[in-house]
């Protein structure tokens, strides 16, 4: 059974980058059937999505974040990550990493998700 | 930007059919997905590509699709259903994903 745990700072300060990973127990970040993304959700508000990547560091990413946001695969780990600069208080969020089809781009799988905040 | 639109909430009693509806221009192109989202806890995928149940889903949710308007039907709604359910879809190239805004469905 597939699993994702994200795991990174639950705090980040204005102006700095907020770092997360994403491991991948069950399955593998090198498969050819899937994508891996960043979905998050700010307290009470709606999903966001926030990008994609393919096992060889193709990605997509969401066009509002695109300056801000960049996508990172490590094989060897088995995990992905995500980097966002610049933070702000808008970027407190849950944030969650999930499977994607490729057939599809479906996202099956979800982690449990990770809260971050940006606070002083 | 590409939009999909869904009803802020919906409310029906138990034992009753609820549909939820979400709009976007690209619908009739592109696939739909639907996620259920219960408090504090992450999205589960409950419809893939329109109308197909993933394997656990039980078969009272069903999906389906009609030009730029894909449902979500819940048949004999239970109190267990009350959740936020969100529509997923993608842009005309089929390489950047979209969520509706969600329906919070309440069971009376």
């Known amino acids: 059974q597939l699993q994702l745990q994200e795991s990174g700072p639950g705090l980040v300060k204005p102006s700095e980058t907020l770092s997360l990973t994403c491991n991948i127990s069950g399955g593998s970040v090198s498969s050819s059937s899937y994508y891996w993304g960043w979905v998050r959700q700010p307290p009470g508000k709606g999903l966001e999505w926030i990008g994609n990547i393919y096992y060889n560091g193709a990605s997509r990413y969401s066009p509002p974040l695109r300056s801000r946001v960049t996508l990172g695969v490590d094989t060897s780990k088995n995990q992905f990550t995500l980097r966002l600069t610049s933070v702000t208080v808008a970027d407190t969020a849950v944030y969650y990493c999930a499977r994607v089809l490729v057939r599809t781009v479906a996202l099956d799988y979800w982690g449990q998700g990770t809260l971050v905040t940006v606070a002083p | 930007s590409y939009e999909l639109t869904q009803p802020p909430s919906v409310s029906v009693s138990p034992g009753q059919t609820a549909r939820i509806t979400c709009s976007g221009d690209?619908?009739?192109?592109?696939?739909a997905f639907w996620y259920q989202q219960k408090p504090g806890r992450a999205p589960v995928l409950i419809i893939d590509s329109d109308k197909k149940r993933p394997s656990g889903i039980p078969e009272r949710f069903s999906g389906s699709s009609s030009t730029t308007t894909v449902t979500l039907t819940i048949s004999a709604v239970q109190a267990e259903d009350e959740a936020d359910y969100y529509c997923q879809s993608t842009d005309d190239t089929g390489s950047f994903v979209v969520f509706g805004g969600g329906t919070r469905l309440s069971v009376l």
């Open positions: 690209t619908l009739p192109t592109q696939y």
